[in-house]
């Protein structure tokens, strides 16, 4: 049975598409709708493009009610009957009632090795750390934020003189093979992690 994706955006999309240029021939899933909180994402006119229904749900009308953005956004998601959802970009913080509501089959993408860096500029804590390398995670989603189980990690070597910026984009290159690898695994009902290299 063919498994329905949801994926979450708040900007560009790049592991999107990754992700859904990846679901293609005897992928055990096919991309079933791309939302995001961020009106203006540009993400969304690229999963467009590639035929994939899209919404929006802004947070900002619901002035910080955080319930009732994500009961909006329930509602949305569940009209298009995923299986599974992907946080690709996604930058809202989800409370625990929607992440009980998905988990098991809701995934992120994190850009550093979790256990390490959780939350916010990652690659910029890397540096400062003075760390040899660095890198992306794929992690099921619980209600501790960038906590859940790994399902997948690939590592960068940090190079002398590297930026937040340049390693962010070394990061990028790996995320985007990495998220379809896990995804791929884990439709076919497959949990044990992925490392790359
Ligand atoms: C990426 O760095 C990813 O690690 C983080 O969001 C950033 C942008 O992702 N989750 P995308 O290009 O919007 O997929």
Redesign the pocket.
């Given at each position: 049975m063919t498994r329905r994706v949801a994926i979450f955006?708040?900007?560009?999309?790049?592991?999107?598409?990754s992700l859904v240029d990846s679901m293609t021939g005897d992928h055990p899933a096919r991309p079933c709708l791309v939302i995001s909180n961020q009106p203006d994402a540009g993400?969304l006119a690229k999963a467009s493009a590639k035929g994939i229904p899209t919404a929006v749900v802004d947070h900002r009308p619901f002035k910080g009610d955080r319930a009732a953005f994500e009961a909006e956004l329930a509602r949305v998601v569940d009209a298009a009957k995923p299986d599974i959802l992907c946080?690709?970009?996604?930058?809202r913080v989800l409370t625990e009632g929607f992440v009980s509501r998905y988990e098991g089959r809701m995934l992120?993408?994190?850009?550093s090795l979790l256990p390490k860096y959780r939350g916010l500029n990652t690659h910029a804590r890397a540096l400062e750390a003075g760390d040899a390398e660095h890198g992306?995670t794929v992690h099921e989603v619980t209600p501790e934020l960038d906590d859940g189980p790994i399902l997948g990690q690939a590592r960068v070597p940090v190079l002398p003189g590297d930026t937040p910026d340049s390693l962010?984009a070394r990061?990028?290159v790996e995320?985007h093979k990495l998220y379809p690898a896990v995804l791929r695994r884990f439709a076919s009902g497959d949990r044990s992690p992925i490392y790359l290299p």
């Open positions: 955006i708040s900007g560009g999309g790049s592991n999107m598409v993400g946080l690709a970009g996604f930058m992120n993408i994190h850009p992306c962010a990061v990028l995320e």
